[in-house]
């Protein structure tokens, strides 16, 4: 089926398409009150406010209304929001309950060796003929993104005019058709696809390290050689963690 061609529905299109993301950001704090001062920033730069409006945006990228928004900021750190939706030119109400777009976030640091990581869980799951690839690329920009873990996949099946099942509705070989170019320039990606049941996964991993983008209240220069070194090795292993999900020999 071509990417033009469309199916002639009977009824409503009862697909569900989920759009899954694991996104997280690597940093190096030096001392405690550096760690601590890494979270507050975290919780100031992606609270309850900042979040919803991401995805007020991803809203308006995937054309569809707002029906109910929840929201939750956590002690000591981390947020929430979850966003009913509905496509903007439906109009049978029975529908209009079952899409939805949520985030959480996940700070943490470890005082071992000073690194702090931030992870923000995003979920975009539409039914009819909202897709939520349209929100792909805008989300991937909008956090700070050393490593990206995508899932797409879409469940149910749609009954044409003549009564033939179709569990899907539109052509996808892999995730990384729908990353724009100057996405695929920045990241290696490396796909895991279980075609026959429509599932999509796509890792990603910044190709550039450059030390001073991890760096969190500490300049480059306040940094000896070994210390420098030592910091590289460490932000290295885990982002090499992370991508792999596993852990590497000290």
């Known amino acids: 089926m071509s990417t033009n061609q469309k199916i002639q529905l009977h009824g409503f299109n009862n697909l569900t398409k989920s759009l899954s993301f694991s996104i997280y950001d690597i940093s190096w704090a030096k001392s405690d009150q550096h760690r601590s001062e890494y979270l507050s920033y975290i919780d100031k730069q992606y609270n309850a406010n900042r979040l919803t409006a991401i995805l007020h945006e991803v809203v308006e990228i995937i054309d569809a209304n707002v029906l109910n928004i929840s929201r939750q900021d956590y002690e000591p750190q981390g947020a929430s929001v979850t966003m009913l939706i509905s496509e903007r030119s439906q109009t049978l109400a029975a529908h209009l309950d079952k899409s939805h777009i949520c985030v959480h976030t996940y700070p943490e640091s470890h005082p071992h060796n000073g690194i702090s990581t931030f992870r923000a869980d995003i979920e975009v799951s539409t039914c009819g003929i909202i897709s939520p690839l ?88 306040e940094l000896s050689n070994n210390e420098r070194l030592a910091v590289e090795q460490n932000l290295k292993r885990e982002i090499s963690e992370i991508f792999y999900a596993r852990n590497v020999s000290r």
């Open 134 to 221: 349209k929100a792909l690329n805008f989300l991937i920009h909008s956090f700070d993104s050393d490593v990206v873990t995508v899932d797409y996949r879409v469940r149910g099946f749609t009954r044409d005019v003549n009564g033939v099942k179709h569990y899907i509705d539109h052509q996808i070989n892999s995730i990384q058709d729908y990353l724009t170019a100057d996405v695929q320039e920045l990241y290696e990606m490396m796909d895991v696809n279980v075609y026959q049941e429509n599932i999509f996964h796509t890792k990603m991993l910044l190709k550039a390290f450059d030390i001073k983008r991890h760096l969190f209240a500490t300049g480059v220069n």
